[in-house]
């Protein structure tokens, strides 16, 4: 036969399993809370607005664009970046404090006009530093040696639809380093470009109707026309009637 039990002793009871489903429920807070903080410390390290944006330093602005060599190599180099990068544009780019320059590897009136000042006006195409500027620059030095126009009128076939293409590109950089040539090439010509002014023309009406390129364009204009004598004044005006002659 069982003893009754004693009031205190069930009084103790109670309190020991009171006490002991407290810390099991406290327990079980502290984990919840622990797992919740965890999920959200680890939401909002993966969200996209918690990370930091990277914005362009200062310097970026005073730098021009330039070829990354450790970027990713998504597309295949140009054809003129190929040929600079095996070395086969005799001049390499010396930087100055002030302006930059070119140092030939042999003076430029000895070097051939076929295929280097092709090759250079392909490069005013390019959009990344030092190409735009060693494309530029090579095509107008080579165009001031002597002899440049017994040099250079025999390629006009050949030149006429490289600058073309840098005319009609869509990059108002490239327009312009095209606009600049094509004057460059005038002057050493003269009216033997005549022949293949009809071909450039049509990009050039169309940067008229543009407000930023009207000077610029019409002052080449007038420039072909200088060069080109009377025979381009017709060439000129067959296509862009609006243009008026430097000799009114």
């Not at 002991?20 to 903080?37: E, N, P, W």
Request: hydrophobic share 30%.
């Amino acid at each position: 036969m069982q003893k009754p039990e004693c009031h205190g002793d069930a009084q103790l009871r109670n309190r020991v399993t009171g006490n002991c489903d407290q810390r099991t429920s406290s327990s079980a807070q502290i984990k919840h809370g622990t797992t919740v903080q965890r999920s959200k410390s680890s939401s909002s390290t993966s969200s996209p607005e918690s990370t930091r944006k990277v914005h362009p330093r200062p310097s970026d602005k005073l730098n021009p664009k330039t070829i990354n060599p450790f970027g990713e190599q998504s597309r295949a180099p140009s054809a003129f970046a190929a040929i600079y990068s095996k070395g086969g544009i005799p001049c390499r780019l010396v930087h100055g404090s002030v302006k930059h320059r070119l140092q030939w590897e042999s003076p430029p009136e000895n070097l051939p006009f076929d295929p280097l000042l092709i090759t250079l006006a392909e490069g005013l195409r390019e959009t990344k530093h030092p190409y735009t500027f060693v494309s530029k620059e090579g095509f107008r030095e080579l165009l001031l040696v002597q002899g440049a126009p017994e040099k250079a009128v025999p390629l006009l076939p050949r030149l006429i639809p490289v600058l073309k293409a840098a005319l009609v590109h869509s990059d108002d950089e490239v327009f312009e380093r095209g606009l600049n040539a094509l004057v460059q090439l005038s002057v050493v010509v003269g009216p033997s470009l005549n022949d293949h002014l009809k071909h450039l023309l049509t990009s050039l009406s169309k940067r008229l109707r543009d407000r930023r390129f009207k000077e610029p364009v019409t002052s080449a204009l007038q420039k072909l026309e200088l060069h080109g004598g009377s025979g381009s004044l017709l060439i000129i005006k067959s296509k862009i009637p609006t243009y008026c002659s430097i000799c009114c």
